[in-house]
């Protein structure tokens, strides 16, 4: 088990799965074994779980890339890449 993954318990869906960090307090869960329902986690100062729907998480996913590659951030840019891979293709 990769030490970097992450888990959350939803109230209704069970065990999620950290797909990725969005922004600071947002973060990017799907179900753990199916990865159709994704929640857009806010984190400040309560946990608040959004679902949305997998276009827009991928959508998410690919700016997030987007401001990686601009950061010059190519090691996590890398990390990132291959995340989204796995998840949407």
């Known amino acids: 088990m990769d030490s970097n993954e992450t888990y959350l318990n939803h109230p209704t869906f069970g065990l999620l ?3 990725c960090l969005i922004e600071e307090y947002q973060e990017l869960f ?4 199916a990865q159709r329902l994704f ?7 309560t946990i608040a779980f959004n679902a949305i729907g997998r ?3 991928r959508l ?3 700016n997030r890339m987007r401001q990686l ?9 890398k ?8 998840t949407f293709h």
């Open 17 to 19: 799965y950290k797909v």
């Open 30 to 33: 799907t179900t753990l074994y």
């Open 39 to 45: 929640f857009l986690v806010k984190s400040n100062p």
């Open 55 to 57: 276009s827009d998480a």
């Open 60 to 62: 998410l996913v690919e």
């Open 69 to 77: 590659r601009r950061a010059g951030a190519s090691e996590e840019y």
């Open 79 to 86: 990390e990132l890449q291959k995340v989204y891979q796995r």
